[in-house]
């Protein structure tokens, strides 16, 4: 049985606000007992949970690990096509929730008949939800063999976390108990703090909302859920929030500066700001606002922040993502892997106690698109349908990570991390090779530029899409901006700016006058194209794919300045 189980019986009863604890408890351990009979197979059931009320979703989500089930992370925002591509994928054994039925009858029959719903208790297991054939076949005992008489592979319990990225494809990334309690402990460790208490806006079923629930959960601390559209409205605010953490994204910042929220935020502990690039004016408004904002680089695979800036350091000017938390290991290399120095602007690569064992793939010939999470080695490991891929140092005599190249130091691991001080050999430690572009300082501070694959290039000239976008964000013309990269027969690619204005009367020459002297002329867009809105995802990442698409319908109608 997980630790998870005893951390919450053994929690008081003030742990949750505004919800009753017994409550949770008392749904924990039904749940508990129904998914631990489940769990007696000699498979691991998947277990995908579709539960809006975030309560239950997290009672649901510590029950499923304590009983040593795979647990997929649902979002029930997803639309039919969007579940038909996770059970697909998934093939599950149970979908429990609130949304199960709706499920069943839009998308899991079709799923190759597999899904049906389970009306009767079948030995002790009560109303579970949709359960598939395999499952209650002979009551709760999973057949260890395929239906064509091979073995059915053993697996070991995963935690499954959704990630869209910025294509829109939905995609599991595979962590266990023990990748997301290293991220809890890197976090307090850095921040000093434990118990580490918790405002959370965030969707339980992002990692950024569920490492809030589980970093209260494990060091004693309090957890706030409150949706983020009634904290807009004003609720919560009789909470004191001095000792709390709260997490936004860019976006939900924007919007609570707007909203007059400002001396609420300035009270917190931390305002953790990550999911999105921040531009400059937002993090500028926030200093002066004296918000502590704690700007942070993470990922769904490094089960959130391997990186942040402390508020002492934002508020005294600090724009950068800030330093390497003490649970990882963070480089910057070139595409071919060497070391780069100080102010080089290479890929981010990042070792991690944090790091996920890979992405989850159904183990069907078709599925091969996103299985990796670098692009140079896959590791498959020896359960069934789960891939893992890490890029590991090869070889005793490659660059050790502390060595120095000219006496300027190469990277700047934290040194109080396990990572850079343990005596593994080179080959033992995997490494994940982002898409992200960044760059440290002589301090050690982490300035993300732009994503390697954004990166556009135009008349020869390299242009990160962050840099325009920030510019056009502090003209404070446009709402929201995303600017790509379209071919071009003259320039290769055009930068092309997707965005939303404040006004009906923001032209494009209002635009482009005032970004004159803010931006070098091949930096500056040669296509505007206003939308409504941009398609972001509840975590404030821009689905490119779709910008890509808007503009291309666009662009038979416009005039881009073409000039050389």
């Known amino acids: 049985m997980n630790s998870i189980f005893i951390d919450i019986k053994q929690r008081n009863n003030d742990w949750l606000i505004g919800f009753d604890n017994n409550q949770f408890k008392e749904t924990n351990q039904k749940l508990f007992d129904q998914f631990s009979n489940l769990s007696l197979c000699k498979t691991v059931p998947k277990i995908i949970l579709a539960e809006s009320n975030p309560w239950r979703f997290l009672a649901a989500f510590s029950a499923a690990i304590a009983a040593d089930c795979s647990v997929f992370l649902g979002n029930p925002n997803w639309t039919q096509p969007e579940w038909q591509q996770v059970l697909a994928l998934v093939q599950p054994d149970l979908i429990w929730g609130d949304l199960s039925r709706v499920i069943r009858q839009e998308s899991f029959v079709q799923n190759k008949g597999q899904g049906i719903i389970k009306t009767e208790p079948t030995r002790d297991v009560t109303e579970l939800g949709v359960c598939s054939k395999r499952l209650i076949r002979d009551g709760t005992k999973v057949p260890t063999t395929n239906p064509d008489g091979t073995k059915v592979p053993t697996t070991n319990p995963g935690i499954m976390i959704p990630t869209g990225g910025s294509s829109g494809k939905i995609r599991f990334v595979m962590h266990s108990w023990d990748t997301l309690m290293a991220s809890v402990r890197g976090f307090h460790q850095y921040f ?202 090869t070889g005793a005599n490659q660059t050790s990570s502390l060595q120095t190249n000219n006496g300027t130091s190469l990277h700047f691991p934290n040194h109080q991390s396990p990572i850079s001080n343990s005596h593994a050999t080179p080959d033992k430690i995997p490494m994940l090779q982002s898409d992200d572009l960044g760059f440290f300082d002589e301090q050690g501070y982490l300035t993300i530029v732009g994503r390697h694959s954004h990166k556009i290039i135009s008349g020869g000239e390299n242009v990160f899409p962050a840099e325009v976008e920030a510019a056009i964000l502090a003209t404070q013309l446009v709402r929201d901006v995303c600017v790509i990269g379209i071919p071009h027969n003259y320039w290769g690619q055009a930068v092309t700016a997707v965005y939303v204005p404040c006004a009906s009367d923001v032209s494009v020459d209002i635009l482009k006058a005032a970004l004159v002297n803010q931006l070098s002329s091949f930096k500056q867009p040669k296509y ?24 291309l319908e666009f662009l038979p109608r416009a005039e881009p300045d073409s000039k050389p």
């Open 528 to 551: 505007w194209f206003p939308v409504e809105q941009l398609p972001r995802n509840e975590q404030g990442k821009v689905n490119y794919e779709s910008v890509k698409t808007t503009a």
């Open 192 to 393: 000093d703090q434990k118990p580490v208490n918790s405002f959370c806006v965030l969707p339980v079923y992002h990692v950024s909302g569920l490492m809030q629930f589980l970093r209260s959960l494990t060091t004693g601390g309090q957890l706030v859920i409150l949706p983020f559209k009634e904290v807009v409205a004003g609720k919560g605010r009789e909470i004191d929030p001095r000792d709390f953490f709260i997490s936004l994204v860019p976006t939900q910042l924007q919007r609570l500066l707007r909203a007059n929220a400002a001396n609420w935020l300035s009270q917190f502990h931390t305002v953790l700001l990550g999911g999105a690039p921040a531009w400059e004016s937002l993090l500028t408004e926030a200093r002066q606002q004296g918000i502590r904002l704690a700007p942070t680089y993470g990922m769904t695979e490094t089960a959130s922040q391997v990186v942040t800036l402390k508020p002492d350091a934002f508020l005294a000017g600090n724009n950068s993502c800030g330093q390497v938390l003490p649970h990882a290991h963070v480089t910057i290399r070139s595409t071919t892997g060497e070391f780069f120095g100080t102010h080089q602007i290479g890929i981010v690569t990042i070792a991690a106690e944090s790091l996920a064992l890979g992405y989850y793939s159904s183990g069907d010939k078709e599925d091969k698109e996103g299985v990796e999470l670098t692009q140079n080695h896959v590791l498959e490991r020896s359960e069934r349908g789960i891939r893992a891929s890490f890029e590991e140092t």
